[in-house]
């Protein structure tokens, strides 16, 4: 974690990124970290907010290859998963990708909207907004706000 917080904002942006994809990776501790060091609590926000965002997309992205065995490969998410969402994403729609911030099941919640083909930017403006309130409720709860 010191070497994401060394980079200052970039390496926000990077744990952010990594944390939104299968790596099993928090992003919270490193922006906690940045905040207390800091550095400014909504720019941190923004910068979180964007390597998470595209770290989601990034998921869509791969699942939108449409190559279950890739999945279950690479990224570690069994089929049965992805089929599991099949429902709730016919149910909810492409808005579902909001939840794409859960820790758990929200990458699988990114890679489903993908493989499902989801309209994009739909996903993309729901997931954006999802990610957003995600850092901003993690400042507000934990006090970094200054």
């Given at each position: 974690?010191t070497?994401?917080v060394?980079?200052?904002?970039?390496?926000?942006?990077?744990?952010s990124?990594l944390?939104?994809?299968?790596?099993?990776?928090?992003?919270?501790?490193?922006?906690?970290?940045?905040?207390y060091?800091?550095?400014?609590?909504?720019?941190?926000?923004?910068?979180a907010?964007?390597?998470?965002?595209?770290?989601?997309?990034?998921c869509?992205?791969?699942?939108?290859?449409?190559?279950i065995?890739?999945?279950?490969?690479?990224?570690?998410?069994?089929?049965?998963k992805?089929?599991?969402?099949?429902?709730?994403i016919?149910?909810?729609?492409?808005?579902?990708?909001?939840?794409?911030?859960?820790?758990?099941?929200?990458?699988?919640?990114?890679?489903?909207?993908?493989?499902?083909?989801?309209?994009?930017?739909?996903?993309?403006?729901?997931?954006?907004?999802?990610?957003?309130?995600?850092?901003?409720?993690?400042?507000?709860?934990?006090?970094?706000?200054?």
């Amino acid at each position: 974690m010191t070497g994401f917080v060394e980079l200052g904002y970039l390496g926000l942006f990077i744990a952010s990124f990594l944390a939104a994809t299968v790596v099993p990776f928090s992003s919270e501790v490193v922006f906690s970290a940045m905040v207390y060091g800091g550095l400014n609590e909504w720019t941190c926000v923004f910068v979180a907010t964007l390597g998470n965002w595209l770290g989601g997309m990034t998921c869509y992205y791969l699942g939108r290859l449409g190559k279950i065995e890739w999945i279950e490969k690479y990224l570690r998410i069994k089929r049965e998963k992805i089929e599991k969402f099949m429902s709730y994403i016919h149910k909810y729609g492409d808005w579902f990708a909001f939840f794409s911030f859960l820790p758990g099941i929200g990458d699988i919640i990114a890679v489903a909207a993908g493989y499902f083909r989801c309209r994009w930017w739909i996903v993309a403006i729901s997931m954006l907004i999802g990610k957003f309130v995600r850092y901003i409720v993690w400042m507000y709860f934990n006090g970094l706000l200054m």
